[in-house]
């Protein structure tokens, strides 16, 4: 379970219900609550969240030129 601070309480607690979520700025996030009071807790992880793999550039299919006549 990750540990957190809660402000009401003002001490460090374990997050109850704790999902992990990412913020806009693309880092990782655990939101949940206080198990005595029922706060809600935000503890902010280091690093940011990994980005999806870059997709292979799609390429034409060659068709085979037809010869010219003249």
Same mark, same amino acid.
């Given at each position: 379970? $990750? @540990?957190?601070? =809660?402000? !009401? =309480? &003002? /001490?460090?607690? @374990?997050?109850?219900?704790?999902? @992990?979520?990412?913020? !806009?700025? %693309?880092?990782? /996030?655990?939101? %949940? &609550? =206080? *198990?005595?009071? %029922?706060?809600?807790?935000?503890?902010?992880?280091? %690093?940011? +969240? #990994?980005? /999806? +793999? *870059?997709?292979? *550039? #799609?390429? $034409? +299919?060659?068709? $085979?030129? +037809? *010869?010219?006549?003249?």
């Amino acid at each position: 379970m $990750p @540990e957190g601070y =809660c402000v !009401k =309480c &003002k /001490a460090k607690k @374990e997050i109850v219900d704790a999902v @992990e979520e990412v913020m !806009k700025n %693309g880092r990782k /996030a655990i939101k %949940g &609550k =206080c *198990p005595t009071c %029922g706060t809600v807790m935000f503890k902010i992880l280091g %690093g940011k +969240a #990994a980005a /999806a +793999a *870059p997709a292979a *550039p #799609a390429t $034409p +299919a060659a068709e $085979p030129s +037809a *010869p010219k006549t003249s």
